[in-house]
């Protein structure tokens, strides 16, 4: 193992022209690539620390000579740092004026099959993806204090493969983070059409949606409700779901979350706002109405896209349900049949009628406005 001067690993032949990495499993991506233009940015203003932000070059070789402290490698060959190595060499200047260093781990060997197993297993880790970047920020952290301190009995999933304690945590109380970023985009952003990306939520839009100060008692009621419209996605349809639109369950349930936050704004008279969480669930709970309002809420979404199949098809157009629940079409589709429902049941003298107008009426101060996300 060294420390290597980045100055010295512009000088390492067959970086150029990729003789170094020819066992490696992949050649440079490029300048553009979002890593490499994260290590370009730390030799260029974070040298001093690129030795403990990286995590090494791992290189095989028939031959290791070491004398005063320098080492010679025979038959050199990069099989994990390709894109380090090669961004490093495209700084040039930078680089070779840089002060900083990077961790190498040399292994002599003349067994072909234990190279190719260092190759394929140094190349082979489960990828961390933004939604892991993000699971120690402070951000994130003051949310789970926040909620945990509300609710002793809950928790906060923050890492993914995190276990759980069932049986210290009430399950009903155990958020998942990557569901409350779905759940903040589709809910407060109005933008059910983006829930299904963990990319755009935990980078492109994270400071947008998460907000160290959200209140403990949202963060429950988005989990709740998320719950009572999930436990209408399932095998025996009891909402008489499409097909195509149950297949899609991984991403079609934002809008139906979506569209609960869009009853209470349209029956508020608050359509250009979005309602606290914490006061639609209280309401739901107060007049006894999540179930109605749930299945409601479901069912217009299934009317809004059988009317834009029906319409593609009489315009003699394909329809792609994923792309259509991907689209702000499906946004304007879905309110506009909610608007519809509700004005009928507006004039809607029976029960039901009034009911979901006493139900879902909250006052100006429960609403904020939309969180910007597009």
Known sequence: ?????????????????GRLFRKNVRQSLGNSNKVNKGIARTIKKEPGDFFFYHNGITAICSKIEIQNGQATVKDLN????????????????????SYGYILFK???MANSEKADKITNSTNSQSAVKARDLRSNDKIVLSIKKNYEQT??????????GENVDTARYDTDHIIQLTDLGKE?????SQRPTLSYSETKIFDIYFTQLFKKDYPAEDVQALH??????????NPDNPMGLNESLLAMKSYAPFHHLFAVSVVFAEVSNMSEMVPRPSKVLENL??????????NMAGKTLNRAFKNANSKAISDNKVFSPQNWIKSKASIVALTEALRVRLDAMEDDETSLGTKIQTCCKLEKQDFESRWTAD
């Open 224 to 233: 709740e409700l998320h719950s009572a419209v999930m436990s209408r996605w």
């Open 106 to 108: 040399f292994y002599e």
């Open 151 to 160: 609710y002793p009995n809950g928790y906060v999933v923050t890492k993914r």
């Open 184 to 188: 903040l985009i589709a809910w407060h």
């Open 285 to 294: 709970k107060k007049y006894d109405m999540l179930d109605t309002v749930i």
């Open 78 to 97: 990069i099989v994990n740092g390709c894109q380090s190595l090669s961004t490093i060499f495209n700084c040039g200047e930078a680089a070779k004026k």
């Open 1 to 17: 193992m060294a420390a290597v001067p980045l100055k010295d690993c512009v000088n390492i032949p067959g970086i150029k022209d």
